[in-house]
C-alpha cells in the first residue's frame, strides 16, 4: 500500500514536471516564426539577398535602396506563416506516418540548420529555415496542447499557460537581434545553440508524452471521464432524438437542438473569440507590421526595426494575460456557468 502511495507521488510529480518543461518547450520551440522581422535588421549584415540592392540614380549617390531586399525577407516569413497555419496535406500524411515526436525533431534540426550555414550565395536556405521552423513549432504546439488532457480541474489554465508561453515565443528573433548587434555571438553560433535543443525535445518526447509503442506509454493517462456519460450529454442526445426529421434549420437553431447546444454555448463562444482575438492580431501584425511602421516612418530602416521589437517583446505579456482568461475558465466551469 505504502509502495502504491509512493508511485503514485512520483507519477504526480512527473506529471507536474512535464507539463511544466512543455510550457519552456513552447516558449522555445513553437511560434518563434511570428517574431522573425527582428532579423530583418540582422540579415543585411551577412550579405543575404544584397544583390537585390542597388544604389539610388545620381552622380556620386552612396545611399542604397534596399527594398527588395527587405521584400525577400517578407516573403520569408509569409512562407513560414502560412505552413505555420495550414500545413500541407503531403507533410500532414508524414507526420501521420511516422508520429509528431519524430517530425518535429527532425523539421527543428533542419530549420536551424538551415540558418546556421545561410550565407551570401546560399541565401534560399532563409525560406528552408522558415518553413521547417513553421513545421517544427506547430507539431511542439499541437502535441503540448494534448498534455493539458492529463489534468482534469487544472486544464484550462495549463492550457491557456501553454497558449501564453507559445505565443511568447516570438521574443526570441529579437533577442537574437540584440545578442548580434553587441558581438556577442553570430547568427550562426545562435542557430546551432537553438538547433542542439533539439536533443531536449527528443528527451521530453519520451518523458512526457504517449507513443504508439505500450513499452513507451506514461504511468499516468488522460483525465477525460470517457467511461461516464455527462448527464448534459445525455439530454442533448435525447433531445436531438425527440426532435422532429422535418423541423426548420432556423428552429434547430433558437430552440439550440443537436449541433447549435454546442455551437451557442457560453464556454464555446468565449473560447473562440478568446483564440480570435489572441491569434489573429498576432498573425496579421507579424506579416504587416514591419512594412506599416516603415512606410509611416517615411523608410526609416532604424526606426521600423525598433518599432518591430517592441511589438516582439511586448508578447512576453500574453504569458500573464493568457492563464487570467483561464482562471476565468475554470471557475466558470466549477461554478457551472457554462
Known sequence: MKSNTVLTRMNMCRKWFGALWLLIEMNIASANIFGFAALFKVLPQYGIFDEYCHYFDGMNSTERDCSRQTHQYENAMTLGIIFFNVPSMFFGMII????????????????????????????????????????????????????????????????????????????WYSIFQVIVDHNLLTLSQLSYIWMSLGALLFLSSFLFLDWKISILNLPYKFNDGSNQIPS???????????????????????????????????????????????????????????????????????????????????????????????????????RGMY
Open 96 to 171: 501521420d506516418r511516422f508520429g509528431c515526436r519524430f517530425m518535429k525533431l527532425v523539421f527543428h534540426i533542419v530549420g536551424w540548420l538551415s540558418l546556421a550555414l545561410l550565407k551570401p550565395g546560399h541565401d534560399l536556405l532563409l525560406f528552408a529555415h522558415t518553413f521547417f521552423t513553421a513545421l517544427s513549432g506547430i507539431i511542439v504546439l499541437i502535441t503540448s496542447y494534448a498534455s493539458s488532457n492529463y489534468f482534469s480541474k487544472s486544464s484550462p489554465i495549463l492550457l491557456t499557460l501553454l497558449i501564453g508561453s507559445g505565443s511568447s515565443s516570438s521574443i
Open 232 to 334: 448534459t450529454s445525455k439530454n442533448i442526445i435525447s433531445k436531438v432524438i425527440d426532435t422532429p426529421c422535418d423541423t426548420k434549420w432556423y428552429t434547430k437553431i433558437y430552440q439550440r437542438i443537436g449541433l447549435w447546444q454546442h455551437l451557442t454555448n457560453p464556454l464555446y463562444v468565449l473560447n473562440v473569440l478568446y483564440l480570435g482575438f489572441l491569434m489573429m492580431p498576432t498573425i496579421l501584425l507579424s506579416i504587416i507590421w514591419y512594412p506599416w511602421v516603415y512606410f509611416l516612418n517615411g523608410n526609416d530602416k532604424a526606426q521600423a526595426d525598433k518599432y518591430t521589437f517592441a511589438l516582439n517583446m511586448s508578447a512576453v505579456s500574453q504569458i500573464v494575460l493568457c492563464p487570467i482568461i483561464g482562471l476565468l475558465l475554470a471557475f466558470g466551469t466549477h
